[in-house]
């Protein structure tokens, strides 16, 4: 995780030319990448935030300035995670609600992030059964070094088996938060709904 850091995890004067890098460093789907990398650099190329943390006190640390380069720091986040808005109930400025409508920004976990798209799935167990056309465009997705997978299909199968004991545990409404940037060819029908987004990843090494 030292070159994700390295690369991803904070804002440089150097940044545009780490950008540059990027999109020369592989072609997405580079297999000889190691999985972790691999998702740090296409979440990036799609045009998501990425902030690497070592430790819950960094989470924090992150999410402050989350909110506070946002304008956030007053406003209501949509959570219907109880244990997540718990945890982060010790903030002074974290605020939250159940209803959208009600919200400036989307805080949740999620079931998996997706190596070779750059992508999270996201679920009922983080949205309940709300629209991505529902909530605000701004999100701020906490997840864990653990949950990066390959594919998509690599993920629902993994999602399967782990709720094989009792069907109904599988959660519904699996979307996945992809492009989060304006791209030159939105007005191909392949990507449409898929609004640009104001999206940022706390990333937790727990491996």
Known sequence: ????????????????????????ILPTDDASIPLDERFAINF??????????ESMDEVYTN?????AE??????????????LATQFKQLNNFKSTKQPAKSTYLFSTCEYL??????????????AESRLSDIPLNYIIFAKTSQIIETIDDAM????LNNKRDSKKIPTN????KYCKAKADESNFLNYGSSSKNLYLLLLEDL
Do not use: P
Not at 44 to 53: D, E, P, S, T, V
Not at 63 to 67: G, L, V
Not at 70 to 83: D, H, P, Q, V, Y
Not at 174 to 177: A, E, G, R
């Open 157 to 160: 199968t993994s999602i399967n």
């Open 44 to 53: 990036k190329i799609n045009g998501g935030k990425f902030l690497y943390c």
């Open 114 to 127: 997706i190596s070779n798209e750059g992508a999270i799935l996201i679920s009922s167990n983080q949205i």
């Open 1 to 24: 995780m030292s070159l994700i850091r390295k690369i991803f995890g904070n804002k440089s004067s150097d940044s545009k030319k780490v950008d540059n890098q990027i999109h020369s």
């Open 70 to 83: 946002n304008n956030w720091s007053n406003e209501l986040a949509f959570t219907i995670e109880t244990n």
């Open 63 to 67: 999410f402050k300035a989350i909110q």
């Open 174 to 177: 699996i979307t996945s938060l």
